[in-house]
Nanobody, 118 residues
């Protein structure tokens, strides 16, 4: 079993920046292949924001390109999301997902709320 915990959400004004953090841990040492961020706004489906594999290869949703940056710390099984120039439509619950190497089991965090409002 792997626990995934996000942090860093909060209230930010339009145009502002926010940094989300996520760490994955288990009762035994786990090797995480892909870690990434998804988001879900009220009334909408959960959507991909950005992914990073253990080789730091990244994938971004179109809306995230140029504004968001994902980074990994493999030693800590951690992933970060730097968000800048935030817009009201970026408001959502942001979820972290960790995919274990090998069997490919996926684990989700509880989510962290991002509110963009003046």
């Amino acid at each position: 079993q792997v626990q995934v915990v996000e942090s860093g959400g909060g209230l930010v004004q339009p145009g502002g920046s926010l940094r989300l953090s996520c760490a994955a841990s288990g009762s035994r040492r786990v090797i995480i292949d892909v870690m990434g961020w998804y988001r879900q706004a009220p009334g909408k489906q959960r959507e991909l924001v950005a992914l990073s594999n253990s080789g730091h290869r990244t994938t971004y949703a179109g809306f995230a390109k140029g504004r968001f940056a994902i980074s990994r710390d493999n030693a800590r099984n951690a992933v970060y999301l730097e968000m800048s120039n935030l817009e009201r439509k970026d408001a959502a619950v942001y979820y972290c997902k960790a995919k274990v190497a090998g069997r490919g089991h996926e684990f989700w965090g509880q989510g962290t709320q991002v509110t963009v409002s003046s």
